[in-house]
């Protein structure tokens, strides 16, 4: 069975810190991993990595995957306290398109 | 214009009933899922539809039945609503034959069962 794993599952830090956030998985027919955010409703894209050791960044945040390692990274630079939300780490593998959802980081940035 | 929505937001009923959930997404994609969030948000997919055939079919009680009258609408039915039901379920929806797996997402309609 497909399984995506996240950590830490919980993180408290004051605004201006750098977080890390991290995922990994174990797949078959790996075709990409997506972070999204989700706050108090609905999870928005932020990223989709394919190709190994290449990072996409938007903002203060950034992504990359390593392929070798089955594990991809999540950054968030000067957090703020808009970034506080649930992280999810998704996994597409198999057929059709088929997401499998980590459990998630509860992000909570303090003043 | 909203993306993916799904009616209703809220359902509160009791145990044993039957209920429906409405999705529909104007994007023009070939593909919509329905996922379901439980109280320690683990989001784990139940359904997919492509084009109005069924693709993906997890695990999932046999009370539950989609329905998808065309590619842009897809409905979750759910007979003989029982409590452990009770969770956030998300419609979403994706175009298949793009590299990206990018899936939009619906508000969710948050189910409680009593």
């Known amino acids: 069975e497909d399984k995506v794993v996240q950590s830490p599952l919980s993180l408290v830090v004051h605004e201006g810190d750098t977080v890390t956030l991290n995922c990994s998985y174990e797949?078959?027919?790996?075709?990409?991993l997506l972070w999204y955010k989700q706050e108090k409703k609905a999870p928005t894209f932020l990223f989709m990595l394919?190709?190994?050791?290449i990072e996409k960044k938007s903002g203060r945040l950034s992504s990359i995957l390593d392929k070798k390692e089955l594990s991809s990274i999540l950054n968030i630079t000067a957090t703020q306290t808009g970034d506080s939300a649930i992280y999810l780490c998704?996994?597409?593998?198999?057929?059709?398109?088929?997401?499998?959802f980590g459990t998630g980081t509860r992000l909570q940035v303090t003043l | 214009d909203t993306a993916v929505s799904q009616t209703p937001k809220y359902l509160v009923t009791q145990m044993g009933n039957d209920k429906s959930i409405k999705c529909e997404q104007n994007?023009?994609?070939?593909?919509m899922y329905w996922y379901k969030q439980d109280s320690k948000k683990f989001l784990k997919i139940m359904f997919s539809?492509?084009?109005?055939?069924?693709?993906i079919n997890e695990t999932v009680p046999n009370r539950f039945s989609p329905k998808s009258p065309d590619k842009a609408h897809l409905n979750l039915h759910i007979n003989s609503l029982e409590l452990g039901d009770s969770a956030v379920y998300f419609c979403?929806?994706?175009?298949?034959?793009?590299?990206?797996?990018?899936?939009?997402f619906g508000p969710g309609t948050r189910l409680t069962v009593t």
């Open positions: 797949v078959t027919n790996f075709r990409s």
């Open positions: 979403a929806s994706s175009q298949l034959d793009r590299p990206s797996g990018e899936q939009y």
């Open positions: 998704a996994v597409e593998g198999g057929t059709a398109s088929k997401l499998t």
């Open positions: 994007l023009g994609h070939d593909t």
């Open positions: 539809y492509n084009n109005k055939e069924l693709i």
């Open positions: 394919t190709s190994s050791g």
